[in-house]
């Protein structure tokens, strides 16, 4: 099995910035690409960023937001700059990791970390 596990979410004024991290445990071959998911309360879940052969963004978040990793600690982060009020979200983790043994890779997912900017 896979764990993803978040952590860096919290309470930020407008303009202000946040580091989101999540770190991919267990039985890992090696993994595809990580990428944060955001929803916010009444909405579905959107994408926000990926780091797997390129680097992409959502258009709401270019120029604000950038993705990184660390392989060897199998981590992704979110550096999040110039938040706005409508950033809040919960946002989450996914990885598309292929396990020592598996013929196919899968996406597995974090639980989660509340990110609120508001004054």
């Known amino acids: 099995q896979v764990q993803l596990v978040e952590s860096g979410g919290g309470l930020v004024q407008p303009g202000g910035s946040l580091r989101l991290s999540c770190v991919a445990s267990?039985?890992?071959?090696?993994?595809?690409?990580m990428g944060w998911y955001r929803q916010a309360p009444g909405k579905q879940r959107e994408w926000v960023a990926t780091s797997g052969g390129n680097i992409n963004y959502a258009d709401s978040v270019k120029g604000r937001f950038t993705i990184s990793r660390d392989n060897a600690k199998n981590t992704v982060y979110l550096q999040m700059n110039s938040l706005k009020p409508e950033d809040t979200a919960v946002y989450y983790c996914?990885?598309?990791?292929?396990?020592?043994?598996?013929?196919?890779?899968?996406?597995?997912w974090g639980q989660g970390t509340q990110v609120t900017v508001s004054s």
């Open positions: 996914n990885a598309d990791v292929l396990q020592y043994g598996a013929t196919w890779s899968r996406a597995y």
């Open positions: 267990g039985s890992i071959f090696t993994i595809k690409a």
